[in-house]
């Protein structure tokens, strides 16, 4: 089984930054993919970043250039910087890590942009 802990939510002035952490513990196998995804009010669960444990990052066009993934795989540990933050980037961001097929998400945590 893996439990995941997200961290680094909070409220932030348009244009400011947040730092997003996910610990990951339980059985972890030493290839997997960790993520971010993020849902809105009455909208539907997006992707916002991957990245593997060979660190091969995936970005949402929406976020590119603004957000960097990253990952400490001794830590099992992925990170998402959130810089230039907007309105529309306001919903509960989640973490999940796949591996052989599973997928596991964590409890999510409040991105609040203020205008």
């Known amino acids: 089984q893996v439990h995941l802990v997200e961290s680094g939510g909070g409220l932030v002035q348009a244009g400011g930054s947040l730092r997003l952490s996910c610990a990951a513990s339980g059985s972890i196998f030493r290839f997997n993919v960790m993520g971010w995804y993020r849902q809105a009010p009455t909208k539907q669960r997006e992707l916002v970043a991957t990245v593997t444990s060979g660190r091969i990052t995936n970005y949402a066009d929406s976020v590119k250039g603004r957000f960097t993934i990253s990952r400490d795989n001794a830590k099992n540990t992925v990170y998402l910087q959130m810089n230039s933050l907007k309105l529309e980037d306001t919903a509960v961001y989640y973490c999940?890590?796949?591996?052989?097929?599973?997928?596991?998400w964590g409890q999510g945590t409040q991105v609040t942009v203020s205008s």
């Open positions: 999940k890590l796949t591996q052989d097929l599973m997928a596991y």
